[in-house]
């Protein structure tokens, strides 16, 4: 597969493959590498001893069904964390996009029943245990950083991890993305580390931050876009990462502009329709 996709944006499983299991864990990381991914993006947050987890969100109702929506990351220790269980029920559960513009709107999770027949659950992990994991496997990843704070720990791994020149650390939020740029001029970058920052949109004030920080890729909204904004980025030597975008007009559009990652929540489907429709022609 790799191979033969030469040439098309690298396919960037979004939180794993929650189809198969609930996004940032173990097991949908599992099904992404299983498809042949080129990258993964994962999400992180800190814990109450300091500890970074994989997780989107500060507390655990929006992996639960709201079970455990008072159950605040910063105040829980890992301990406390890994004794939740996170259903597997909680995954997306369709395998193609139920409609063209769900994407756009960032995608709706179905409530489901506790008569779910689905019974499995899983647990939270720490982002060593990710990278550990991560040893065995020829994957980028773009981890994105939900709250300041967790540089000095995350030096701390780096120090001793196998895989620096694999991570894209990235933000959506200027509070985290200024920090990020502001403590690697400090400290310098661990040799193969590259940043990113997802600005979705191109205007004065998401330019003047690209043009003043150190930036290996920048995350744009689909449809949000030209070719030439594209083109202009890599005057720059910045790369364009689509941000979702799940529908085939948009697939088809990725390539000719000239995209380099492709940040999706159907990888398997995209993939599918790729091989069907681009692959050999």
Known sequence: MKKDYCGFPMRFAHTGVDQNAPENTLESYKAAAALGVEGIEIDINICKDGEIILTHNKNLGYMTFGKHEDCV???MTVEEIKKIDIPFRNAFYNFYPPVPWTERAGGTRVPVSDN?????VTHLIT????????????????VEFKDTGMLKRMDEILAHSKNVSKYIFFSG?????????EH???VGKPEGLRLGANIRWINDETMAFVKKSDLYEVGLNNEA?????VD???EMGV?????????????????????TGFKTNYVGAYTEWWQNNVAGK
């Open 73 to 75: 990351l910063k105040e």
């Open 232 to 234: 202009m980025l890599a």
């Open 116 to 120: 779910d027949p689905e019974n499995r």
């Open 239 to 259: 790369k364009v990462f689509s941000n979702l975008g799940d529908y085939v007009e948009w697939w088809a559009q990725l390539a000719p502009m000239g995209v």
């Open 225 to 229: 876009f030209t070719k030439e904004d």
């Open 184 to 186: 690697y001029r400090k």
């Open 127 to 142: 982002f060593p245990e990710f990278d550990e994991w991560l040893n065995d496997y020829d994957i980028t990843v773009e």
């Open 173 to 181: 939020d200027y509070a985290v993305l200024e920090e990020m740029q």
